[in-house]
């Protein structure tokens, strides 16, 4: 079995070096002949996971708004990142490629010299663009990118609250103090640059991407405690017994009494209960965002013939195979939450099942925006899937993590997940791999590889 899916692995690779099409160095749109672009606005959380949605029956999350972009819209219900780390899901958003292409392989690393970002094919083909919010490929500055007429960012991680009187954001190149909880205020920015916007003349397109629901998980003042009183269940895997973990690899087990782990949760006496509730009291926020962007989009007469999508950079375990946190390759640390509306494209209450990617969103905005997919791309456009159109589609795709010497408890790992089996290997650990059949086994207890 090993042998068998080694050289699987390795057919993949070949496959895929002999596709790849290299980066060029200048940027030509092409257009879609016969097509009229729409505005989009493309909504990004931060650790988001897969489940946390109240129509998806979550124990805790209230997310109205993004319940009723399910109810008007599209839910991709299995979306995934190629990389569950911040700094290369968002790159990987940004540039439509794996993260062994784009090389933005943690969350220290600068964008390299020569990455493409898909906005700036909008911005050349004439659309009026901006970025608001966390950017954080590459902490140590907050200066403008390329490819936005507008900018609102900060340094690193933000902060949820100002962390002194003169904290300041960058707007446009200049300090701006931030006001008060960055969630409303980044939203603030966005609605105040809708508001600016012509949509007739120019179409736009609006990336909001939010902090929460970042670590330290700080809700807004009248979230506190919305959800302290709730009972918590813990996930089945979280238990130190011989069924969930005698067939997983070493470092899983040792792990769990480490930063990233149930038993010693970042060094600390850490309560995951509580920890889980304020999660989802920030995340409250995110989705009034959601629906203070749609509202607007009402106002201005656009609402239906404009493509909103939203999803999170990456998942986050808490207490999963008696983990925190995300980086591994199991459901919960690669699956993340993923809406699409437009009325004028998509029937209410559509559902996707095929696998979509972070690398998918490029392509996807592009063709919304009546541009082709640069053929160096690696990721597809899923309007068509949610046409319910009968189009070649990916069987797997391929999920990596690069070990970070501040995380030295996390291997580097390598997966390929399909619609019924995800495989997972390490690089320098050998005592065993992991099989799962997803489908008949979606919570990862069984390796296969032990049968």
């Not at 968002?90 to 292409?101: C, V």
């Not at 949509?199 to 990336?207: A, G, H, I, R």
């Not at 490029?362 to 949610?386: E, N, R, W, Y």
Request: charged share 20%; with cysteine; proline share 6%.
């Amino acid at each position: 079995m090993k042998e068998k899916l080694s050289f699987a692995i390795l057919l993949l690779a070949s496959v895929q070096a002999q596709a790849v099409v290299p980066v060029p160095e200048s940027v030509v749109p092409q257009r879609i002949k016969g097509t009229q672009p729409r505005n989009v606005v493309f909504i990004l959380s931060d650790d988001h996971r897969y489940d946390a949605m109240s129509f998806m029956g979550h124990q805790f999350a209230k997310t109205p708004h993004m319940d009723s972009m399910a109810e008007n819209g599209v839910h991709l219900k299995n979306a995934f990142v190629t990389t569950s780390l911040c700094s290369p899901s968002r790159a990987s958003i940004l540039t439509g490629l794996y993260t062994f292409r784009h090389r933005v392989i943690d969350n220290n690393r600068l964008v390299p010299a020569g990455t493409l970002f898909f906005p700036q094919y909008l911005q050349k083909a004439g659309y009026a663009t901006a970025y608001i919010g966390k950017w954080h490929m590459g902490g140590a500055t907050d200066e403008p990118r390329p490819g936005f007429d507008h900018w609102v960012s900060f340094r690193g991680q933000g902060n949820y609250l100002p962390p002194n009187p003169n904290y300041t954001l960058n707007v446009d190149g200049k300090r701006v103090k931030q006001k008060g909880y960055i969630t409303t205020e980044l939203t603030d920015y966005a609605l105040t640059w809708l508001d600016k916007q012509q949509p007739q003349e120019k179409p736009f397109f609006l990336y909001l991407s939010h902090k929460a629901v970042h670590a330290n998980f700080t809700p807004e003042k009248r979230y506190q405690d919305r959800f302290a009183n709730l009972p918590f269940k813990r996930p089945a895997s979280e238990a130190n017994t011989e069924v969930n973990f005698g067939d997983k690899p070493r470092w899983l087990r040792d792990q769990r009494n480490s930063w990233h782990g149930v038993d010693f949760p970042y060094h600390s006496d850490l309560n995951i209960e509580q920890y889980y509730k304020r999660y989802c009291e920030a995340l409250c926020s995110v989705d009034d965002s959601v629906g203070r962007v749609l509202q607007k989009l009402k106002a201005m007469g656009i609402y239906e013939d404009t493509l909103v999508i939203y999803m999170g950079d990456n998942g986050f375990m808490f207490g999963e195979h008696g983990l925190i946190d995300k980086r591994v390759a199991y459901e919960t640390s690669i699956r993340v939450p993923m809406l699409m509306q437009c009325p004028a494209l998509f029937k209410g209450n559509t559902t996707v099942d095929q696998m979509v990617a972070n690398i998918d969103i490029a392509p996807t905005v592009m063709q919304a925006m009546g541009l082709q997919k640069p053929a160096h791309m690696d990721g597809q456009s899923f309007i068509p899937l949610a046409q319910g159109k009968d189009i070649p589609w990916r069987d797997y795709f391929l999920y990596v993590y690069y070990w970070e010497k501040n995380f030295p408890q996390s291997p580097t790992v390598f997966s390929l997940r399909g619609d019924q089996y995800k495989y997972i290997t390490y690089y320098g650990l050998w005592d065993t791999d992991e099989l799962y059949d997803i489908k008949n086994d979606p919570t990862e207890s069984r390796n296969l590889l032990h049968d």
